[in-house]
């Protein structure tokens, strides 16, 4: 093969819940992904020498990506290069369709994407498990971006379990032209918790009763993020739009993760429509539905 791209969606928690920090410096998490038509392509190619370039599409900017080996994807590729015992060099090529650094995994969908792009490039016999284990070493999200559907995370997040989910959800994504830093928003929520206890997570049960339901209304009453409050400390601005897509009749309205990225899911494509058009003054509206595939060879 000269090529291959690998598509590979955006992340999205249903529940994320925050567990006290560990001596490792990580917070063990309970956490309910699912992903999201939000996609990024990762084209992986034959080089003399790694390489990595970035364009975006649907108005993602990527001026702030990093093309060195600091990238997550360039990473993932030397990565299973080294234990693969592969000496051949790519040159990858990120499409962005996921915005950057707004809690919707988009770096770590880019390395679930280079993972199976060169696993497949490479002709590698590797089973699933052990990718997933590679993709674990890589961060917290990247092996729900191999998996896609919805699922449950523990450990850091990077232990994935499919969800049974019955539905199709509709959801406005609103971004913004800033950034929060996820230690920055686990920093804050350990000060919000400073002198209390905090409880082991877990995934509600009913969360998991209204995914085998299918029900959008049931889904809207569970949705849960302990990191909402810390990001609202540390961006306020954040309050106005949340209020306002919950006033333009969205079901609920939640951060994503460790945001900035609001989320406001609806009952249908049309009242998506609805919704989105009352916050188009906030930031960049996009409207997207889940559960879709993980990474998937194009």
Same mark, same amino acid.
Request: hydrophobic fraction near 45%; aromatic fraction near 4%.
């Given at each position: ?14 529940? @994320? ?56 994807? @360039? ?5 299973? #290069? ?45 089973? #699933?498990?052990? *990718? ?5 070493? *890589? ?87 302990? @990191? ?5 400390? @540390? ?15 969205? *079901? ?42 993980? #990474?998937?060879? *194009?």
């Amino acid at each position: 093969m000269a090529e291959v791209t690998v598509q590979a969606p955006a992340k999205i928690n249903l529940h @994320l819940g925050v567990g006290p920090v560990r001596p490792d410096g990580f917070h063990p998490l309970a956490t309910a992904y699912q992903a999201i038509s939000l996609t990024s392509r990762v084209t992986a190619r034959d080089g003399g020498d790694w390489a990595l370039t970035c364009t975006g599409h649907d108005g993602v900017d990527v001026s702030g990506v990093p093309l060195d080996d600091t990238n997550l994807a @360039l990473r993932a590729a030397r990565l299973l #290069a080294s234990r693969a015992g592969v000496e051949r060099p790519v040159a990858l090529h990120l499409d962005k369709g996921i915005p950057v650094a707004g809690g919707l995994a988009g770096g770590s969908a880019d390395a679930a994407a280079t993972l199976l792009a060169c696993a497949t490039l490479w002709e590698l016999d590797i089973a #699933a498990a052990d *990718l997933a284990a590679l993709a674990g070493e *890589l961060g917290s999200d990247v092996p729900f971006g191999l998996v896609g559907g919805s699922a449950a995370g523990h450990g850091r997040g990077e232990l994935v379990t499919p969800i049974h989910d019955a539905g199709r959800y509709d959801w406005v994504v609103l971004t913004f032209d800033f950034g929060v830093s996820t230690p920055a928003a686990y920093a804050e929520f350990d000060r919000l918790h400073a002198g209390t206890a905090v409880p082991v997570p877990e995934i509600p049960a009913a969360l998991v009763e209204a995914l085998a339901n299918g029900s959008a209304r049931e889904l809207a009453d569970v949705l849960a993020n302990d @990191l909402h409050p810390a990001t609202l400390q @540390l961006r306020p601005e954040l309050a106005e739009p949340l209020s306002a897509g919950l006033d333009a009749s969205a *079901l609920a309205a939640l951060v994503s993760g460790s945001g900035p990225t609001c989320l406001f899911l609806a009952e249908d494509r049309d009242h998506a429509d609805k919704v989105a058009t009352q916050l188009t003054t906030y930031g960049r509206v996009r409207i997207a539905h889940g559960p879709v595939t993980g #990474a998937t060879v *194009l």
